[in-house]
């Protein structure tokens, strides 16, 4: 087998990107030869942006806003927007994030229809107190449905313990008290704040005519008018480098114990310095973590974890952490064990075979990853919501072939440290 | 559309599907066979002491290791389970790498699955002692921990209730107190059963240079190396479909848990399964039911009432049976049992719009065409196929779909039987 520096890539489709004039960015990946269609429209607007100033005046927002909003924009006395979609043979749905908020559909005909649908539903607010008051209790639902997740708790609980004041402390949802504080005003605020077409992206990949729905998208928006862009500053409050606390435990009704350590980064990052670190991080955990490290063999032959042991990196414009655990029975050991591993890497460097092997399962998944629609669209909005707007898929290739061991190894010792660490778990009750 | 070419080679079948479409290559090679009670425990354990070791590759590093060096291949080993069936399976997803040459990535990642699957010795590998004593312990979590999904769980005990006393009540992992009492001879006695016994189907699906060679080579390559001949015919179909007229009195278990949400099951027995001719009206059926967004439980459970944010219905294609499932305060189970009642009785009058109907009816075919563009959808389908006796493609599948009447589906919901309802109630979810 060859050396993965030295592949060449051509995608297998083309990527056309382009601004329309009220702003909004859209890029299309027709391939022909694939039966489903994947859309997506997201704005740069999530859980974490609850604080603005907009035409002088500040604006702090419940806790959980955007996904409420992300409820009601489903809500239209025109059209039930899942039956609209069934009728044509298309689902839609959408998810909220710490920092994005995303639309989308999966279709295999009529996608022009479809893609009219998506805009207009979402570039419409249908708001009453009855039908705000009336979503309150659905959410509740879903809150406590998260909340019993224990992962999912572990995960939250973790970042409440990194974070001082970064409100991705928060959960996305927000509390069941939050989200009764909510007021239809406060959600046609933040709607003509953040949905702007100059604050979003349309992002569609798969089996369509291009020069179709270019047409389709850009008589869309002529005929609608949105008016100035507002100019929004996200607020947040002022966050120490070093966590919030260095350990937390939580006790909570489970089977097993789950260990959740995190590496706190001092900054985010945006567009292509984003693209780099985060690619940095990929290859060095799985060099650090994966499952040909010699660590991970001697702590599955130890009893210390199981095969779904894994580590993570998360980068936004504001934020930024490192994940690393999985169930164990022994939480406290196997925290020690990865700490003393860190610090013999640290000192001794990266292995340079184990460096290498990394970058080259990593081409393989990210080429791996290019049948799938779903991934490279949600991949895409990430990236563009990060700032990173002018993005291909070959600039993360070219990153992967360009990395260096040095610059792995410098990350590693300016990201994983012992200062910023926060030492979590989820413990039977 | 979708038509596989079959090899029969006797001991096992491989299934080939050319696809241009997908530029990784998916080979897949499923064991199946009926689930036993004193069996499924050790059954259940070999996926994960495969992924351990194999006599060439004694750990799971060296595995790893050699999947990393094929551009991160994917290979892995499960176990699942259809109805009254156990599936162990062995799979890899090969990238095409441009420059490299793709004849020898796709041979080693066979020999790879090949190998993960029969390289195995008693006291080597991942049936080492140690590596045993490791899988256990793991095991033992694994069960256990079934419980932490709470609406897994639920589910679960649900269709264990309403297929009590036969292999579909048998549950996917096993059971704990079999876990301790295994020996590391037995469960390689155990792997020696499975290759004996179980009906073998082999998959590749994707752009394969030489479709029919690689076929041969498989076919050829699993001959030598499993025993020719089963030592006890497994029964390749076999039934699991719940029927109404055999039921047993309907049976309400309510267990309490510390959680905020409350889980509540509710199993019918539908008598349909997924190789009969009625099986796409039960879809039909289901789909209006609560099958999706637009559905008549959805738009009254959640949007109308607010009592829930999760609630579906769902058919398990081989037991037949239907069931709703929601996440809700406990205080509302009630309500929310009389709602479900409620629209059922209104499908059975053949209350049914037209556009519920044609949503209903186009998303159902969206939803089956957009397999068509998953390989590992395709190869589960066609093995469901296998299992239920079935030769319906998915193309057939969908053209079916337009042949059924809203009559057919009220006919259906009139023979639903309810079997079973679990409700799983969390202390903290009265409202």
Redesign the interface.
């Known amino acids: 087998m060859s050396d993965a520096r030295h592949v060449s890539l051509e995608l297998p489709f083309e990527t056309r990107t382009w601004k329309l004039e009220n702003g909004l960015v859209v890029t299309l990946m027709p391939r022909p030869e694939l039966h489903q269609t994947y859309a997506m429209f997201a704005t740069r607007y999530g859980s974490i942006d609850r604080a603005f100033r907009t035409d002088g005046k500040v604006h702090e927002m419940p806790d959980g806003i955007a996904h409420f909003l992300e409820h009601k924009m489903f809500e239209d006395p025109e059209m039930d927007v899942f039956a609209r979609f069934a009728a044509h043979g298309a689902s839609v749905d959408a998810y909220t994030t710490f920092d994005h908020t995303a639309y989308y559909f999966s279709g295999t005909g009529e996608i022009a229809k479809h893609v009219g649908t998506l805009l207009d539903f979402v570039q419409s607010i249908h708001l009453t107190d009855e039908n705000v008051e009336k979503e309150k209790g659905i959410i509740a639902q879903e809150i406590h449905m998260v909340n019993d997740h224990p992962d999912r708790r572990g995960y939250m609980e973790l970042l409440k313990a990194m974070y001082h004041e970064h409100p991705v402390r928060i959960d996305i949802a927000g509390t069941v008290e939050s989200v009764q504080a909510i007021t239809k005003e406060q959600l046609l605020l933040c709607y003509h704040t953040f949905y702007h077409p100059s604050n979003m992206v349309l992002v569609i990949a798969g089996g369509f005519d291009a020069d179709e729905i270019a047409r389709v998208i850009e008589e869309n928006q002529a005929k609608k008018s949105f008016g100035k862009p507002p100019a929004i500053e996200r607020l947040y409050a002022e966050e120490p480098s070093a966590p919030a606390r260095s350990r937390h435990w939580v006790h909570f009704p489970v089977q097993q114990p789950r260990l959740l350590m995190g590496w706190k980064e001092a900054n985010g990052a945006s567009g292509s310095n984003l693209i780099e670190q985060d690619t940095a991080m990929t290859i060095l955990l799985d060099a650090l973590f994966g499952p040909t490290s010699a660590f991970y063999q001697s702590l599955l032959d130890d009893g210390l974890i199981d095969k779904g042991f894994s580590a993570g990196y998360q980068l936004a414009n504001t934020f930024g952490y490192t994940l690393v655990g999985g169930n164990t029975p022994h939480p406290d050991v196997l925290a020690e064990r990865i700490q003393s591993h860190l610090a013999h890497v640290r000192e001794h460097g990266i292995d340079e075979t184990a460096f290498e092997r990394a970058r080259k399962k990593i081409m393989g998944r990210v080429l791996m990853s290019l049948d799938q629609n779903a991934f490279l669209v949600r991949n895409w909005v990430t990236y563009f919501v990060r700032g990173a707007e002018a993005f291909a898929f070959a600039d993360v290739i070219a990153v992967l072939q360009t990395m260096t061991l040095e610059r792995a190894n410098a990350r590693l010792r300016e990201h994983l440290r012992d200062d910023n660490m926060v030492v979590s778990a989820v413990v039977p009750s | 559309m979708e038509s596989f070419q079959t090899l029969d080679a006797g001991r096992c079948q491989v299934h080939t599907l050319p696809h ?5 290559k998916e080979i897949s090679l499923k064991f199946h066979l009926r689930m036993a009670r004193e069996r499924v425990t050790e059954e259940a354990m070999l996926p ?1 002491v495969w ?1 351990n070791g194999t006599i060439g590759l004694p ?3 060296q595995i ?2 050699a ?8 290979l892995r080993a499960s176990i699942s389970k259809r109805g009254g069936h156990h599936i162990l399976e062995v799979g890899t ?1 090969v ?6 040459d793709e004849a ?2 796709v041979e080693r990642a066979l020999d790879l699955a090949l190998s993960l699957a029969v390289d195995h010795a008693a006291g080597a590998g991942g049936f080492s002692e ?1 590596a045993v004593q ?1 899988e256990k ?2 095991h033992r ?2 069960i ?2 079934v ?5 897994a769980y639920a589910l679960q005990r649900c269709h264990q209730i309403a297929c009590r006393d036969t292999p579909a009540g048998l549950p996917r992992l096993g059971f704990e107190e079999d876990v301790e009492a295994l020996l590391p001879d037995r469960l390689y006695e155990a792997h020696q059963q499975v290759l004996a016994q179980a009906e073998v189907h082999a998959y590749a699906v994707g752009q394969f240079r030489d479709m029919n060679g690689l076929a041969e080579r498989l076919a050829d390559r699993l001959a030598k190396t499993l025993p020719e001949k089963r030592t006890m015919r497994a029964e390749a179909v076999a039934r699991d479909v719940v029927l109404p007229a055999e039921l047993r009195d309907f049976e309400e278990v309510t267990e309490a ?5 409350t889980q509540f099951d509710l199993a019918f027995a539908s008598g349909v399964g997924f190789g009969d001719a009625e099986y796409p009206a039960l879809v039909m059926m289901n789909g209006v039911f609560g099958g ?3 559905s008549k439980l ?1 738009m009254n459970i ?1 949007e109308r009432r ?5 609630v579906w219905s769902f058919v398990d294609a081989a037991t037949g049976l239907v069931t709703v499932y929601a ?3 406990a205080d509302k189970r009630d309500e929310v049992r009389q709602i479900m009642e409620d629209e059922l009785d209104a499908i059975r009058r053949g209350e049914i719009a037209v ?1 519920e109907w ?3 009816r ?2 159902l ?3 089956y ?2 397999m ?2 998953q390989p590992a959808m395709l190869i589960a389908w066609h093995h469901h196929g296998v299992i239920a006796g079935s030769a319906r493609t998915l193309s057939e599948m969908i053209a079916a779909l337009d042949q059924v009447r809203p009559e057919d589906a009220a006919a259906l919901a009139t023979a639903l039987r309810p079997v079973c309802l679990y409700v799983l109630e ?1 202390r903290g ?1 009265r409202a």
Not at chain 2, 95 to 100: A, L
Not at chain 2, 257 to 261: D, L, M, P, V
């Open positions: 241009p479409a997908f530029r990784t994960g992924m750990s799971h590093r790893a290791l999947t990393d060096d094929l551009y991160g291949t994917y997803s990238p095409d790498v441009p420059g490299e020898a990535l140690a490791r312990e793991l979590r694994r256990r921990a419980r932490d999904d709470k609406a848990e510390e959680a905020q949400q999706f967004a637009h959805f959640r607010s009592l829930a944010y999760s996440g809700i305060s556009s044609q949503e209903t186009a998303t075919r969206n939803q065409q957009q068509l563009d969390g979810s």
